[in-house]
Nanobody
């Protein structure tokens, strides 16, 4: 059974940074073709794709609102994906999710938000002074 567990969310002041983690179990990065996506969904808004890391080690970032501030990455040895978030703003407040799916998903723009095989439960990020 594949499970994704996000962590690292919390309350942060504007301008601050957070690093989210997504630990994947039941699925091994090494030797498999896959994509890991990061998404967020704020109250009353649609889910938004942020980054996509493929098994070919290509990372694609989406959304003008986060480009240059958010960086997706992964550690194959730890079976873990990360989302580094810098210069956080009030409008970054949302529930953040990771998901695993087909490696073909990373090549699409905008990043599909529902065509993924497995999802984590999400971690809340609140940016407030």
């Amino acid at each position: 059974q594949v499970q994704l567990v996000e962590s690292g969310g919390g309350l942060v002041q504007p301008g601050g940074s957070l690093r989210l983690s997504c630990v994947v179990s039941g699925f091994t990065f090494d030797g498999n073709a896959y994509a890991i996506g990061w998404f967020r969904q704020a109250d009353g808004k649609e889910r938004e794709g942020i980054s996509c890391s493929s098994s070919s080690e290509i990372v694609t970032h989406y959304g003008d609102s986060v480009k240059g501030r958010f960086t997706g990455s992964k550690d194959n040895a730890r079976n873990t994906a990360y989302l580094q978030m810098n210069s956080l703003k009030h409008e970054d407040t949302a529930n953040y999710y990771c998901a695993v799916g087909s490696p073909l998903l990373c090549g699409r723009a905008p990043l599909p938000t529902y065509e993924w095989d497995w999802w984590g439960q999400g971690t809340q990020v609140t940016v407030s002074s």
